[in-house]
Every structure is written in structure tokens, then in C-alpha cells.
């Protein structure tokens, strides 16, 4: 039996340059797992809350106080509700807003010399957490690039000498995506 394998192209709205991921997953996932794929995929922590917005419905964990509506995503299989073409976001991190753009750019069978999932591509670093979202993220790239800039060496400092926002590495990205997902 064919295993089917859905390409994604996940992108964060809004941020100039883009990021963006090309990632390989098992159609059979849930949302809970896709979850672990982004995360991972992008750079993210997963210390923040998340949700993905699909055909209007939103799903994530369920809030055990009921303040957020959201449908469980422990029980929802990718093939059951998306399919070749398919568009729907993911919100993480509800004070910075993050919010990301995913497309299903094709339906294929998996190949048996592979392991799933995988990350095929992708640009630049992702944003710092905590840095303030879109706004935020923009203005530690402005200060990072100006060695002039008043907020230059404050910004370095909080976001750390490695960080390098054209840095990204699909094998690192892969291999923790076999790691942890």
C-alpha cells in the first residue's frame, strides 16, 4: 500500500524578506503533528500558544477554561480535510501574532527509501521569539543591518551574535523535523 505524502510551502505573512519552508508530510498526520512540523520547520520554540484556521474552522489544543473555541487537533487527519491546492493558516504566539501561510502544493506517493517528514527548502532565519511580531521583527532587521543604528548593538546583543536572518539550513530543519515530529 502507497503511503500519499502532501508537499506544503508554509510562509510568514507579512515579513519582508519572506520565510519561508517547503516541507514532505505523511497525509495521514493529524493537526497536532503538522503542528510539531512547523515548529520545527521554521525555528520556533513551541513555548506559545497556536492555531490553524481551516475552511473557516479553527482548530488547536482545547482550552480545558473554554476561552478559546477551537476544535481539538488531535482529531483531525490532514487528508480529511485538505487536499492538492488547499489553503489555511497557523497563528502561533497570540501576543506577537505570528501568523503563517500554508498551501498544499501537491499530493504524492511517499517513496520508500525516504523518511517522513522532511524539509526540501526554504529562506532565510526564522524571527527571534518575543521580538514583537511583524513590526517588531522589522525593526530588529533595520537595526541589525545598520551598524549606525542607535539600537544597533542593544539589538545584537538581545537577539545573539549567531543569529543571522539569511541563515537557513534544510538539513538541520530536516533532521529535526525525523527527530522530533
Not at 39 to 63: A, K, N, V
Not at 76 to 105: I, N
Not at 156 to 172: H, K, M, N, V
Request: proline share 7%; aromatic share 10%; glycine share 10%.
Amino acid at each position: 500500500m502507497s503511503r500519499q505524502i502532501f508537499q506544503l510551502r508554509i510562509s510568514l505573512a507579512g515579513v519582508r524578506p519572506p520565510v519561508w519552508r517547503r516541507v514532505l508530510v505523511p497525509a495521514g498526520y493529524t493537526l497536532d503533528r503538522l503542528h510539531r512540523v512547523v515548529q520545527h520547520s521554521m525555528g520556533w520554540r513551541d513555548c506559545r500558544l497556536h492555531s490553524f484556521e481551516i475552511d473557516g474552522l479553527q482548530y488547536g489544543e482545547p482550552d480545558p477554561d473554554g476561552e478559546l473555541a477551537l476544535n481539538d487537533e488531535l482529531d483531525v487527519r490532514l487528508d480529511e480535510v485538505l487536499g492538492k491546492g488547499s489553503r489555511f493558516q497557523y497563528t502561533y504566539d497570540f501576543g506577537d501574532w505570528w501568523e503563517h501561510d500554508l498551501v498544499v502544493e501537491d499530493a504524492l506517493t511517499a517513496d520508500p527509501e525516504e523518511r517522513y517528514p522532511a524539509c526540501v527548502d526554504g529562506e532565510r532565519a526564522c524571527p527571534p521569539e518575543g521580538v514583537g511580531g511583524v513590526a517588531g521583527y522589522h525593526l530588529l532587521l533595520v537595526a541589525l543591518a545598520d551598524p549606525a543604528h542607535p539600537e544597533h548593538l542593544s539589538m545584537r546583543e538581545w537577539a545573539g551574535e549567531a543569529f543571522d536572518p539569511l541563515a537557513f539550513d534544510a538539513g538541520r530543519a530536516g533532521t529535526l523535523l525525523r527527530r522530533f515530529c
